[in-house]
């Protein structure tokens, strides 16, 4: 078999630069990509010319110019180009804005937009207003640099066309405080095995119904559509991770009938197991 591409990601340490508490970056006519890396800074990556593939988390896509993706703390990315590329990067950390102003009601759309960010966020038709602000940030310096990374994450938090990549969030496992998150940790660590309503609704100490609209209002998902994106999102990582055949990872994905795990995968992304195989292998 072809050489396949995913392999475990690399940590990237990013020098702080002491006149600004972010980085701006601008990279002009690429030709090597960086490997496989996570690194606890935020990072908006918006592309200026050129074209490849674009690989965040479990998600595996395909880049163009205008593209711009919002990528969360430790969430491993890189982005394969077919030919140079030009970009443009800003990095912040999350003490910026979550020890500063990330309280202040003004900022509460941003702060959900950085929550949704620890599964990547792609934003790919971008406004004219937003494509100025993303140049001019490149000639601005201090106070008025820092303010157009404000307009930035405002005009991104109030747009209504984007798109979560990732199944999975990397972040560091911390203790579980939410009360979802409890429901998340049975899914997570029983996704191989049968996943079952009514367990989880225990979990909460409520009944079928309630738990029901409580986890549809709290993941904009129904239970079934949740798990099932969970598990094709972490076959979709085996396929190209591993040599195991198409049988084995549908059982490992939590899948007992071969065709049903073929059905879903269509459905969720638009290809079979092997298409998708062939088409990310390297």
């Not at 949740?226 to 396929?239: D, E, M, S, T, W």
């Not at 990872?249 to 290809?271: H, P, T, V």
């Amino acid at each position: 078999m072809s050489k396949i591409f995913y392999m475990k990601p690399s940590y990237e340490k990013i020098d702080k630069n002491k006149n600004s508490s972010f980085k701006v970056i601008e990279h002009k006519n690429q030709q090597e990509y960086r490997p496989y890396h996570f690194h606890p800074e935020f990072e908006i990556v918006i592309i200026t010319r050129g074209e490849g593939k674009r690989f965040v988390g479990d998600h595996i896509g395909f880049f163009k110019k205008n593209d711009l993706v919002l990528v969360g703390e430790n969430l491993p990315h890189c982005w394969i180009q077919n030919n140079e590329i030009d970009a443009v990067v800003i990095q912040f950390s999350k003490e910026l804005f979550f020890d500063r102003i990330g309280d202040l009601v003004e900022f509460k759309e941003v702060t959900r937009l950085l929550s949704q960010a620890d599964n990547g966020v792609f934003f790919g038709e971008l406004s004219d207003s937003l494509k100025k602000k993303l140049k001019k940030i490149l000639e601005l310096e201090g106070f008025e640099r820092f303010i157009c990374l404000l307009q930035i994450l405002n005009d991104l938090a109030h747009s209504s066309k984007f798109e979560v990549l990732s199944s999975f969030s990397f972040k560091n496992q911390q203790l579980l405080k939410r009360r979802i998150d409890k429901v998340l940790n049975y899914i997570y660590q029983n996704m191989s095995n049968e996943l079952d309503v009514n367990v989880a609704a225990e979990i909460l100490n409520m009944n079928v119904s309630a738990f029901c609209h409580y986890f549809k209002k709290s993941t904009n998902r129904t239970f079934s559509s949740f798990v099932n994106q969970i598990r094709i999102g972490y076959a979709g990582k085996l396929l190209i991770e591993t040599d195991k055949n198409v049988s084995e990872i549908a059982f490992e994905s939590g899948y007992n009938s071969l065709s049903n795990f073929n059905k879903r995968f269509r459905e969720l992304k638009g290809i079979s197991p092997n298409e998708y195989r062939k088409k990310y292998v390297i």
